[in-house]
């Protein structure tokens, strides 16, 4: 290891030296490069501006081939002269009739704008490479062109100098390298026996380091870390086994799932509702065996959501309600608690109401009968004043035992829906035909405001119940208004009906509880209107019952709007889906 860490630092500050010196020496170059061929540059510009201006005074006195090699030898440099054409006048290095045309030249074409053009590249004439600059005359241009062959030379000459100034540099950095290298290794190498020691679970070991450099604030900072790791760890340590204390003490069962589907850990609750032997890393199925269970996992651990299930295999006799949740490590959780006792209640608390409400039903019927019968016969109008106040309130009565065995079978699922692919114009056809008469009477119209071409699978008679519900308890809270307004909406996956009043709207305090059992708002208007109190409660069973859910919103001084969701058939759920897919 010692000799791993002394040669990998060595290596590595070899490889900088190396570099930072062949960086050196490059960037050295190609600026004396650079430098040179600007000078270059900037004095062919100077003389070929000043070879231009000569070249028009002693155009026509002289040949332009004496003129060419008099200005070539004055300026050091390979000249060419050339008309407007582009064609070759006169070359000092060449002949001119075997040249070809130079139009298309960049320097000649910014001369022949009036400027001072440039160009670097070879001479397809000569086969070397050249710096080029051209300036305009009246009668073309005229060229002065350098070979870059004298540049390089002065270039590989610094060059050289510069690689035997590197190689002394570079041996001196690498002796300091060596002397180096072995202090860091030194060092180093405490470290790594310390932080194996930390790997190893060994949180109590410590790195004694002072100093202010790098590796000594390293040091340091290990050993800090080290010392927070170890405190934190305890803590973690403490709260593990009190969060495990508590889990074992709850009475629900609990059990997480790894995304393998195998038991990662469990609590004592969940010992009893085994199949066979609990234990973690074997798998889920081999431990329980109700098949809800198995499939609400698989759905969570598959779509990443919370869900809820009630299981009735879990264990004989017992009903249990399950909530399972996605873990951060793409495992599960499950919290299981028995709701044997619950169910039992709820289910006496049914029946009990059932029978109760059965029972009054007849002698309400009598009494409302009886009472009718008085009213009829009696002259009295002191008696009728009481027969009538002991008619509506057995009327009152009667409207709510049948509300609340309505309720009572809705909730047990006594009333088996029969749901089939109805329209949804047709639903709402049937609800503003049903009801429009009773509006008539209250001064109101019933306006279907929007008709979506759709099936919805649902029973009609208890979407017409729904609807029953919604519209006699818009009628009641209307007043002051001219219309109701129902309709439907199309929701991806289900259809949205909808009844709108505009009366004076719900205060925002009251929405959340509106669909509870009795819940009123105005509880001497409701008493007065007739209401029982349970009318939207059975709305949300039934829409509950089909899979879909009701709300309700409103605005002060606006009116409310009660709606509830149901899933689409199957057929307008393939379009949905399609129509989506293709958005």
């Known amino acids: 290891m010692r000799k791993r860490i002394f040669l990998k630092l060595l290596f590595l500050i070899v490889v900088v030296v190396g570099v930072s010196t062949a960086a050196l020496d490059l960037l050295v170059r190609r600026s004396w ?235 004592g609750a969940m010992n009893p509702l085994a199949a066979g032997r609990i234990a973690v890393g074997i798998p889920l199925i081999r431990a329980v065996r109700d098949p809800d269970l198995l499939q609400v996992v698989a759905e969570v651990l598959e779509k990443r959501i919370v869900k809820s299930a009630t299981l009735y295999s879990v264990s004989p006799g017992r009903i249990f309600g399950m909530t399972s949740a996605p873990l951060p490590d793409g495992g599960v959780v499950c919290v299981l608690r028995d709701s044997t006792e619950i169910a039992r209640v709820e289910r006496t608390r049914r029946d009990f109401i059932a029978n109760v409400s059965h029972e009054l039903r007849t002698p309400l019927t009598s009494l409302l009968g009886y009472t009718e019968t008085l009213m009829d016969e009696s002259a009295d109008s002191k008696a009728r004043e009481f027969l009538e106040i002991i008619r509506r309130n057995a009327q009152r009565m009667s409207r709510l035992t049948e509300d609340l065995l309505t309720l009572a079978r809705v909730e047990s699922g006594e009333d088996r829906l029969q749901p089939a692919a109805v329209s949804a114009n047709e639903l709402l056809r049937d609800a503003q035909t049903s009801f429009s008469e009773l509006a008539k009477a209250k001064g109101l119209t019933i306006e279907i405001s929007q008709t979506p071409d759709a099936m919805v699978f649902a029973d009609r008679d208890a979407i017409h119940q729904v609807f029953a519900n919604l519209i006699d308890n818009a009628l009641k809270y209307a007043s002051g208004t001219k219309k109701i307004e129902i309709g439907a909406t199309d929701r991806f996956g289900s259809l949205e009906f909808y009844v709108r009043d505009f009366g004076q709207g719900i205060p925002s305090e009251h929405l959340p509880r509106l669909f509870e059992r009795f819940y009123r708002v105005d509880k001497a208007r409701s008493r007065e209107a007739g209401g029982t109190g349970l009318g939207l409660a059975i709305v949300k069973h039934i829409v509950l019952n089909h899979g879909g859910q009701a709300g309700v919103t409103s605005e002060l001084g606006h009116g409310s709007v009660f709606w509830f969701r149901i899933p689409l058939a199957v057929v307008d759920l393939e379009i949905a889906e399609a129509t989506a897919n293709r958005k």
Not at 92 to 120: L, V, W
Not at 151 to 175: C, M, Q, T, Y
Not at 193 to 211: N, T
């Open 33 to 267: 490069e650079a430098s040179l061929l600007s000078q270059l540059h900037q004095g062919l510009q100077d003389k070929v501006q000043m070879f231009a201006a000569r070249a028009d005074r002693e155009a026509g006195t002289i040949p332009f081939q004496q003129l060419v090699s008099e200005i070539g030898k004055a300026a050091r440099a390979r000249a060419t002269i050339i008309d407007r054409s582009g064609k070759v006048l006169a070359d000092s290095e060449a002949q001119a009739e075997a040249m070809e045309n130079h139009a298309t030249r960049p320097e000649f074409i910014a001369a022949f704008s009036g400027k001072t053009g440039s160009d670097t590249r070879t001479s397809h004439t000569l086969g070397i490479q050249f710096s080029y600059v051209a300036a305009p005359t009246s009668f073309g241009a005229v060229r002065l062109a350098y070979p870059l062959s004298s540049i390089r030379a002065d270039v590989r000459k610094v060059e050289k100098e510069l690689l035997e100034a590197s190689g002394i540099a570079f041996l001196a950095g690498l002796l300091v390298a060596l002397i180096g290298a072995e202090s860091i290794s030194r060092r180093l190498r405490r470290m790594v026996v310390f932080a194996q020691e930390i790997a190893d679970g060994k949180l109590s070991a410590r790195l004694p380091e002072s100093g202010s450099d790098e590796i000594a604030v390293l040091a340091m900072s290990l050993d800090k870390t080290a010392r927070q790791l170890e405190k934190n760890f305890q803590n973690l340590e403490g709260s593990r086994q009190q969060l495990e204390t508590l889990l074992n003490s709850m009475h629900d069962a609990v059990v997480a799932i790894s995304p393998k589907q195998d038991i990662a850990w469990f609590n």
